[in-house]
């Protein structure tokens, strides 16, 4: 089976960077997304990460260990608009389905 | 930019009654899914749809459910009897090979009232 920690609140300043955390155990690993959720809309997708590093995406980054089954979401120069549950999701080896974490809500305060 | 679309966007229903959810996913893409999120819980998967039959399936997909890909752009989720239990956000998603990541598309979720 699949297992993903999140935590579940987290909050911090506009301007400020925050790191988001993610621990997972999977059966068998292909991959580790992030997707932002505003209340009431739809998941969209953030990041990617398959191979152990950072991916940098603007304002955005995403960190990958394998070997420690960790990942976490970096957010620069925050703004108001950040505010959001952020989800981390993985995807395991032989399936193309993504298992969901319980998402993490960031509130961005002026 | 192409984009999953949803219908009906809000849906109550009585107990009991069926309810049809419609998803028309982004054209090139392969794989489908219907996804649902209970109000202030986490995502979770329902079913994947690939070549015209299911690739995967959830414990909670049981017999009330059933999805139909009944013409070449359309992907159906259907509930025979809903239950109280059933109201929820039902998101559809579509994967395709976009620089490899196949990521999922979601659409904007069909909320579903059961009462």
């Known amino acids: 089976g699949q297992n993903i920690d999140q935590p579940t609140e987290m909050t911090a300043t506009e301007g400020a960077i925050v790191q988001i955390n993610c621990t997972y155990q999977t059966s068998g690993f292909n991959g580790l997304f992030w997707y932002q959720q505003h209340a009431g809309e739809a998941p969209t997708f953030l990041s990617y990460?398959?191979?152990?590093g950072l991916e940098e995406k603007g304002r955005f980054s995403s960190f990958l260990s394998r070997s420690k089954g960790y990942s976490y979401l970096l957010l620069k120069e925050l703004q108001m608009k950040d505010s959001a549950s952020y989800l981390c999701?993985?995807?395991?080896?032989?399936?193309?389905?993504?298992?969901f974490g319980t998402g993490t809500r960031l509130q961005v305060f002026p | 930019e192409p984009e999953v679309t949803q219908t009906p966007s809000h849906q109550v229903t009585q107990m009991g009654q069926e309810v049809i959810l419609r998803c028309v996913p982004i054209?090139?893409?392969?794989?489908f899914y219907w996804y649902r999120q209970i109000l202030g819980q986490k995502v979770e998967f329902l079913v994947s749809f690939y070549n015209n039959e299911i690739s995967e399936k959830s414990e909670i997909f049981d017999d009330q459910f059933s999805v139909e890909r009944p013409d070449g752009s359309n992907f159906t989720l259907k509930i025979r009897s809903t239950k109280l239990e059933d109201s929820a956000m039902y998101f559809c998603?579509?994967?395709?090979?976009?620089?490899?990541?196949?990521?999922?598309?979601f659409g904007e979720g069909s909320r579903l009232t059961v009462l």
């Open positions: 999701a993985v995807r395991a080896y032989n399936t193309d389905k993504l298992i």
């Open positions: 990460n398959v191979l152990d």
């Open positions: 054209s090139n893409h392969l794989y």
């Open positions: 998603a579509s994967s395709g090979e976009t620089g490899g990541a196949w990521e999922l598309f």
